[in-house]
């Protein structure tokens, strides 16, 4: 049997390029040489590179040296021989560029100094151009240079994560205040949302011009909604940004956690594949999302801690169930946790190319 390794050509001798690599092919739902592997937040806390290299600088700051992006998005690549990358980034960085005063809080997570709860307040928020975050166009465009064949994730955060920050003032459990402007001021909740979705599309636009491969639109927070909320308040802003990108000629990723009964919407919303995290069997996912839409997961992440021979059968199992989709893209089912062993990471890689290789 050929070994293929990451990123490399599909097993009927197509050039190896990114458009070619078993990522991107099974996002399209096409025939691969192996499943593809990939983690969310792969790019960070686990590593102790990343660690020594991040050392006294801070989150934001990091992200606007496009040769640290570079490196620290090149790190699992080169560690794990995983089929992505994705570019290291966080969710607020466009929201920051359009004019937010904010900081990503060590331990805590974004907080808002001013938090948007009025139309005035909405209007502060400016659209942006590529101007505003050239130092992302120019990442983008060293790691497509230095990636080769292996294809690069773009993302974002979805209208209604953005949202519930710019809200609360910074992470919530209960989302309280971000319910209360939906339901109690649906007019300036729509406005906020229409305008985060603007910024949104165009910081993907960027990506996309600079040469990734594909994007991931993440809305972490969703699974805080009914059903029929995120039809009414979240589904047409997170469907402008995607359906925005329609035309851009890259898979459309959509993820969130515990979204189990959001599954239909927001595949819906213009995916071409949908985040499945852990609670959900990627089977069952499959019948939720409908037909057409290939998936992606779903590994609970804390699996990662027990013994080789329980994540072996993990892993076997997930990939089993996603065989369910017309195409599969291994992933767990929300971030790599900090403590877990980078070692681990790199078997796992490993088993899913070798349990899921087909015949060439």
Same mark, same amino acid.
């Given at each position: 049997m050929t070994t293929i390794m990451p990123g490399s050509? &599909?097993? !009927?001798g197509a050039p190896s390029t990114p458009a070619r690599s078993a990522f991107v092919r099974a996002c399209r739902g096409e025939p691969v040489p192996h499943t593809p592997v990939w983690f969310m937040r792969q790019a960070g806390r686990s590593l102790p590179e990343y660690r020594e290299i991040r050392a006294g600088i801070p989150m934001l700051e990091s992200c606007r040296r496009p040769e640290l992006v570079c490196e620290i998005t090149m790190q699992p690549v080169r560690r794990h021989g995983v089929d992505a990358a994705i570019l290291f980034s966080d969710i607020v960085v466009p929201v920051a560029a359009a004019g937010v005063d904010l900081d990503i809080v060590p331990g805590t997570g974004p907080v808002v100094d001013e938090p948007i709860r009025t139309m005035a307040d909405v209007q502060r928020l400016r659209p942006i151009t590529v101007d505003d975050v050239s130092y992302v166009d120019e990442a983008v465009r060293l790691l497509v240079a230095e990636l080769g064949a292996t294809p690069l994730i773009g993302f974002a955060g979805a209208p209604f994560t953005l949202a519930s920050y710019l809200v609360e003032g910074g992470p919530s459990r209960t989302h309280a205040k971000t319910k209360a402007l939906m339901h109690g001021a649906p007019e300036v909740w729509h406005a906020l949302c229409g305008r985060l979705a603007e910024i949104t599309l165009e =910081?993907? @636009? +960027?990506?996309?011009? *600079?040469? +990734?491969s594909a994007v991931q639109l993440f809305d972490s927070w969703a699974g805080a909604l009914s059903a029929a909320d995120y039809r009414r308040f979240v589904l047409p802003h997170s469907s402008a940004v995607l359906q925005g990108l329609? !035309? *851009?000629g890259v898979p459309r990723i959509h =993820?969130?956690?515990? $979204? &189990?009964?959001?599954?239909? #919407?927001? &595949?819906d919303a213009g995916a071409d594949v949908v985040g499945v995290d852990w609670r959900t069997p990627l089977d069952q &996912?499959? $019948? @939720?999302?409908?037909?057409?839409?290939a998936v992606q997961g779903n590994l609970d992440?804390?699996?990662l801690f027990a013994p080789w021979p329980v994540? /072996? #059968? /993990? +892993?076997r199992r997930v990939l089993a169930e996603g065989r369910a989709a017309p195409g599969h893209v291994f992933n767990l089912g929300h971030g790599v946790l900090p403590e877990t062993d980078p070692e681990v990471l790199t078997r796992v890689v490993a088993l899913v190319h070798e349990a899921s290789a087909r015949a060439s």
């Open positions: 050509a &599909a097993h !009927d =910081f993907l @636009r +960027v990506q996309v011009a *600079a040469g +990734v329609a !035309d *851009a =993820f969130g956690v515990g $979204t &189990a009964e959001l599954l239909g #919407a927001m &595949a &996912a499959v $019948t @939720r999302i409908g037909p057409g839409k992440p804390t699996l994540i /072996e #059968a /993990e +892993v």
